[in-house]
């Protein structure tokens, strides 16, 4: 069973830093787009930055210039580099990725279980 696994979040002081990862545990073929969404308490979850296979990226509005998303394609691997962190940025950030887990298949969609990210002094 292929898991997404996310590390990194924390608690930071507004206009510190965190960096996000995200790998799938077994076995897959190939990864596809990639991305890292949040959903803060009371509202629904949205799309923080996604990064295609080819490396294009996209980014939601509130954190261009602030956050950069990146993949390393040898380690499976995409990460999220928050800098100028505020506390509007509080939220559960969920990994996920589009996945070839066995040949024949088509892709499917994977979530991480989330990660708490918390911004406060």
């Known amino acids: 069973q292929v898991q997404l696994v996310e590390s990194g979040g924390g608690l930071v002081q507004p206009g510190g830093s965190l960096r996000l990862s995200c790998a799938p545990s077994?076995?897959?073929?190939?990864?596809?787009?990639m991305g890292w969404y949040r959903q803060a308490p009371g509202k629904q979850r949205e799309l923080v930055a996604a990064?295609?296979?080819?490396?294009?990226?996209n980014y939601a509005d509130s954190v261009k210039g602030r956050f950069t998303i990146s993949r390393d394609n040898a380690k499976n691997t995409v990460y999220l580099q928050m800098n100028s962190l505020n506390p509007e940025d509080t939220a559960v950030y969920y990994c996920?990725?589009?996945?070839?887990?066995?040949?024949?298949?088509?892709?499917?969609?994977?979530w991480g279980q989330g990660t708490q990210v918390t911004v406060s002094s």
């Open positions: 996920n990725a589009h996945l070839l887990v066995v040949i024949g298949t088509p892709p499917e969609d994977y």
């Open positions: 077994g076995s897959i073929f190939s990864i596809f787009t």
């Open positions: 990064i295609s296979s080819g490396g294009s990226t």
